[in-house]
C-alpha cells in the first residue's frame, strides 16, 4: 500500500446551494484532506466564510457567476484565473472555464461544465471535480486527490445523488 504525502480536496460550482457546500467540505475533510481549492461559482460570501473557517489552506479562483464576490479580493484567497500555486513542490494552475488547459504545471483543475473529468496528458494531471450544487446532472460531486510520496496521484470521484445521502466512490490512479 502506498504511503500518502497529501490529500487535497478538490470541488467547484457550488452556486447558492450552501447546504451541499458544507456537506462536500466536511466530508473532505473528514476524508483527511490537508487542503481544499475550489475551482469557481462559490456565488456568496458565506461560501468563502466556510472555507476560511475550515481550519486547512483553502484557494479558489473566480467563477463566472461570482461577480459579487470581486470586492472580497485580499480578504479571502480567491483570484482571477488562471492562477498558478504550488503545494509543496507540486505546480497547480487552477481556473474556472476550460480554457488555459495547456500543460504548463503539473495539476491543472478546472469547473465550469459541472462535470467530473480526470485524464493525464503526459505528465500533466487534468481534473473537473464535478458540481456540487447539482444543478445539471442531479448529483453532487467532488473529489479527493491523493499524491502518494513516490509522486504517484490517485484521483478519488465522490459522488451522491442529491436525494440520497451516501456517497459512492470511482477511484483512477495514475
Same mark, same amino acid.
Given at each position: 500500500?502506498?504511503?500518502?504525502?497529501?490529500?487535497?480536496?478538490?470541488?467547484? *460550482?457550488? +452556486?447558492?446551494?450552501?447546504?451541499?457546500?458544507? @456537506?462536500?467540505?466536511?466530508?473532505?475533510?473528514? !476524508?483527511?484532506?490537508?487542503?481544499?481549492? +475550489?475551482?469557481?461559482?462559490?456565488?456568496?460570501? @458565506? +461560501?468563502? *466564510?466556510?472555507?476560511?473557517?475550515?481550519?486547512?489552506?483553502?484557494? !479558489?479562483?473566480?467563477?463566472?457567476? *461570482?461577480?459579487? &464576490?470581486?470586492?472580497?479580493?485580499?480578504?479571502?484567497?480567491?483570484?482571477? @484565473?488562471?492562477?498558478?500555486?504550488?503545494?509543496?513542490?507540486?505546480?497547480?494552475?487552477?481556473?474556472?472555464?476550460?480554457?488555459?488547459?495547456?500543460?504548463?504545471? =503539473?495539476?491543472?483543475?478546472?469547473? +465550469?461544465?459541472?462535470?467530473?473529468?480526470?485524464?493525464?496528458?503526459?505528465?500533466? &494531471?487534468?481534473?473537473?471535480?464535478?458540481?456540487? !450544487?447539482?444543478? *445539471?446532472?442531479?448529483?453532487?460531486?467532488?473529489?479527493? &486527490?491523493?499524491?502518494? =510520496?513516490?509522486?504517484?496521484?490517485?484521483?478519488?470521484?465522490?459522488?451522491?445523488?442529491?436525494?440520497?445521502?451516501?456517497?459512492?466512490?470511482?477511484?483512477?490512479?495514475?
Amino acid at each position: 500500500m502506498k504511503q500518502k504525502k497529501l490529500k487535497i480536496g478538490l470541488l467547484s *460550482d457550488s +452556486h447558492r446551494k450552501t447546504e451541499l457546500h458544507q @456537506e462536500v467540505i466536511n466530508h473532505l475533510l473528514a !476524508c483527511g484532506a490537508n487542503y481544499l481549492l +475550489h475551482a469557481g461559482d462559490l456565488e456568496i460570501k @458565506e +461560501h468563502l *466564510d466556510i472555507l476560511e473557517t475550515s481550519g486547512v489552506p483553502y484557494i !479558489c479562483v473566480y467563477g463566472n457567476n *461570482d461577480t459579487l &464576490l470581486i470586492p472580497l479580493y485580499g480578504k479571502y484567497y480567491i483570484y482571477r @484565473e488562471p492562477h498558478y500555486f504550488k503545494i509543496e513542490e507540486l505546480k497547480f494552475k487552477m481556473m474556472h472555464y476550460p480554457y488555459y488547459l495547456n500543460g504548463d504545471v =503539473d495539476v491543472v483543475i478546472y469547473g +465550469h461544465t459541472h462535470r467530473f473529468e480526470v485524464s493525464m496528458n503526459g505528465e500533466i &494531471l487534468f481534473i473537473n471535480p464535478g458540481e456540487v !450544487c447539482a444543478r *445539471d446532472t442531479g448529483v453532487v460531486s467532488c473529489v479527493m &486527490l491523493e499524491i502518494s =510520496d513516490s509522486g504517484g496521484y490517485e484521483v478519488i470521484h465522490y459522488f451522491r445523488e442529491e436525494c440520497h445521502s451516501e456517497w459512492q466512490i470511482d477511484r483512477v490512479e495514475f
